[in-house]
Nanobody, 115 residues
Framework: QVQLVESGGGLVQPGGSLKLTCEVRGSIYDFSSAGWYRQAPGKQRELVALSTWASTTKYAPSVEGRFTILVDDVENTVDLQMDNLKPEDTAVYYC?????????WGKGTLVTVSS
């Protein structure tokens, strides 16, 4: 089974930037789509950004224009570049891959946006 390992989380001030990296231990083409979700304390997990191999990209309205998803099929990584971070972006961020109804999840990385 393909394993997903996130890194890059941490503490950042409002207005700052972070880049999250998801290492795909296997082939990224084991998936037909990959993306990032997040879960804030007391809230449900929500989609942040998604990329499909049909070249479709989708972002949550709350991050549109601030976050960018980058898929590297040579390095087998799925990155999430996050700019102009806000306190409401504080959450555990999870990498996700899917193909034909089969899903894989990483264990998550914590992002805290606070002054």
């Amino acid at each position: 089974q393909v394993q997903l390992v996130e890194s890059g989380g941490g503490l950042v001030q409002p207005g700052g930037s972070l880049k999250l990296t998801c290492e795909v231990r296997g082939s990224i083409y084991d998936f037909s789509s990959a993306g990032w979700y997040r879960q804030a304390p007391g809230k449900q997990r929500e989609l942040v950004a998604l990329s499909t191999w049909a070249s479709t990209t989708k972002y949550a309205p709350s991050v549109e224009g601030r976050f960018t998803i980058l898929v590297d099929d040579v390095e087998n990584t799925v990155d999430l570049q996050m700019d102009n971070l806000k306190p409401e972006d504080t959450a555990v961020y999870y990498c996700h891959g899917a193909r034909g109804g089969v899903e894989s999840w990483g264990k998550g990385t914590l992002v805290t946006v606070s002054s």
